[in-house]
C-alpha cells in the first residue's frame, strides 16, 4: 500500500480510537496538501473536488481483503459534505 493510503488509514484508525470529530473530504484535501502529498497527476488535492474521494474509495477497497477493521474505521472518520460516508460512490 501506498504512503498516501498508510496515512489515510493511521488518520482514520486514530480519529476513531480518540472518538474525534468526523473529517470532511475537504479537511483531508488540506491536510494531505500540508503534508506534501499530491494527486497520481502530481497535483494538489482540490478541496471539494472528487481526488480527494477517489483516494478514500481507493484506501477503503484496498484494506478490505486483508484489514477490515482498518476499511471499516476509513468508512467512519471520512464525510462527504453532507455527512454521508466519504469511501462510497
Known amino acids: 500500500m501506498d504512503a ?3 496515512y489515510i488509514t493511521k ?6 480510537r480518540t472518538k474525534a470529530k468526523k473529517m470532511t473530504g ?5 491536510d494531505l ?3 506534501g502529498y499530491k ?3 502530481n497535483d494538489l488535492y482540490v478541496l471539494g ?3 480527494v474521494y477517489t483516494l478514500l474509495h ?3 477497497d484496498s484494506l478490505v481483503p486483508t484489514r477490515q477493521s482498518d ?3 476509513v468508512a467512519t472518520a471520512f464525510v462527504n459534505a453532507n455527512g454521508d460516508p466519504a469511501w462510497d460512490k
Open 11 to 16: 488518520l482514520a484508525n486514530h480519529i476513531v
Open 26 to 30: 475537504e479537511d483531508l484535501a488540506i
Open 71 to 73: 476499511a471499516d474505521n
Open 4 to 6: 498516501k493510503k498508510e
Open 58 to 60: 481507493a484506501t477503503y
Open 33 to 35: 496538501n500540508t503534508k
Open 39 to 41: 494527486t497520481y497527476s
Open 49 to 51: 473536488g472528487r481526488g
